[in-house]
């Protein structure tokens, strides 16, 4: 499993955009948006858990980067109270993994956070099955 320092990081994809939370209510959807005015809600507090995996915490609103229930894919990514782990996994860039759910299916059925098939502005995270290609990836700017 690939490692990273914990502290606050920008989490994104290849082009700048950003995993951003606007809303602290539970269940509120991750967006992919380019960077804002208000940068704090576009931080994300990266910590180890005790076995291996990582949370990722909102500096804006305190919430988790989750989802509700179980994971199956086209689940929305969403704010939750409740500290969800995940794995990262190493993709071809430094600093640049797949966040993987934890403890599922491994190959062709395991899930990770990807942009959403709905076609909305502004874009919605969600769970999609695992692909090869460094679309998926996501890229860890450390703000320290």
């Known amino acids: 499993m690939s490692q990273i320092p914990p502290g606050p990081y920008h989490i994104q994809k290849h082009g700048g955009q950003l995993i951003t939370f606007t809303d602290a209510e539970n269940g509120a959807p991750a967006l992919l948006l380019p ?4 940068p704090k809600d576009q931080e994300w507090q990266v910590q180890r858990a005790s076995d291996g995996g990582y949370t990722f915490k909102n ?3 305190g919430k988790y980067l989750g989802f509700e229930g179980p994971p199956e894919v086209n689940k929305l990514i969403v704010t939750t109270d ?3 782990e995940w794995e990262l996994r190493q993709s071809n860039g430094p600093f640049t993994f797949f966040l993987v759910v934890p ?18 502005f502004p874009p919605r995270l969600a ?4 692909q090869s ?3 998926a990836a996501w890229q860890f700017q450390s703000l320290h």
Do not use: F
């Open 35 to 38: 960077p804002s005015g208000n």
């Open 59 to 61: 500096t804006q609103t």
């Open 82 to 84: 409740e500290p969800k």
């Open 103 to 120: 403890g599922g299916p491994v190959g062709p059925g395991e899930l990770i956070i990807d942009l959403s098939d709905l076609l909305i």
């Open 127 to 130: 769970l999609r099955p695992v």
């Open 133 to 135: 290609s460094n679309s």
